[in-house]
């Protein structure tokens, strides 16, 4: 990747690498703010190898953080889903790892599938500012969608017809809560990226890009995955 030294200095100006990490998605990240670990831990502490600058973690506990911290300038790099309400802000690499989002419903709901809950009278819940917020945001036409810290919680505490979340802790959800259930299939495929800010210099966003692929291809995205337990499906190449 040639002479990395200016990358270094645009990526990390400060001399260290602050990398957001959202703990609140299981399968990127784990742990606590002392010590989290994850996929997402180990593409940071790689990107940093690379650059031979030192790490640093913020840990936040949803996405929407995460992104306020790097669009903000307190992070230098970030691990967010593509998504076009992000897009003007965030430059993002091509994913590294999908994932799915999927809907709970309660046992004696009526819906057998996904599209059977864009109607008038169902309420979904979600997580604010999530990838699957900002999604249902943009492609329900019907349904309605309540925010909060969480999707399950909302589900919970405010009777919904409905909860939408990502396939992992969603599946360990009704597992836990009997009476629930997901329903078929997914209603998204979310593509989980590594991202920085768009006023870094073309060159500092092609090693993240080429990094991203070069991880991909050596199997180093699905060693961190199986090391965190974590069935995701890395991404294909770009």
């Known amino acids: 990747m040639g002479d990395l030294s200016a990358v270094a200095r645009d990526l990390a100006p400060t001399g260290t690498l602050r990398a957001a990490v959202n703990l609140g998605n299981p399968v990127l990240a784990h742990g606590t703010p002392a010590d989290p670990g994850g996929v997402t831990v180990d593409l940071a502490r790689e990107v940093a190898a690379r650059l031979d600058v030192p790490v640093e973690f913020a840990c936040f506990d949803a996405a929407r953080k995460s992104f306020e911290a790097l669009t903000s300038g307190a992070a230098d790099l970030g691990f967010l889903a593509i998504e076009p309400a992000r897009a003007a802000e965030v430059a993002f690499t091509a994913p590294y790892v999908v994932i799915e989002g999927v809907y709970a419903v309660a046992d004696g709901s009526p819906f057998a599938t996904t599209a059977d809950v864009d109607r008038p009278g169902v309420r979904i819940g979600v997580k604010q500012g ?109």
């Open 130 to 238: 999530s990838a699957y917020d900002l999604y249902l945001t943009r492609t329900v036409e019907q349904a309605t969608i309540v925010r909060g810290e969480d999707g399950v919680t909302a589900f919970e505490t405010e009777g919904l017809e409905v909860a939408a979340g990502i396939r992992q802790p969603m599946t360990a959800y009704v597992a836990a809560h009997p009476g629930t259930r997901l329903l078929p299939g997914r209603f998204m495929e979310i593509r989980q990226a590594v991202c920085t800010t768009p006023a870094r210099r073309p060159e500092t966003v092609t090693f993240l890009h080429e990094l991203v692929e070069d991880l991909k291809a050596t199997g180093f995205v699905a060693d961190a995955l199986r090391r965190a337990g974590q069935d995701a499906t890395v991404a294909p190449p770009a």
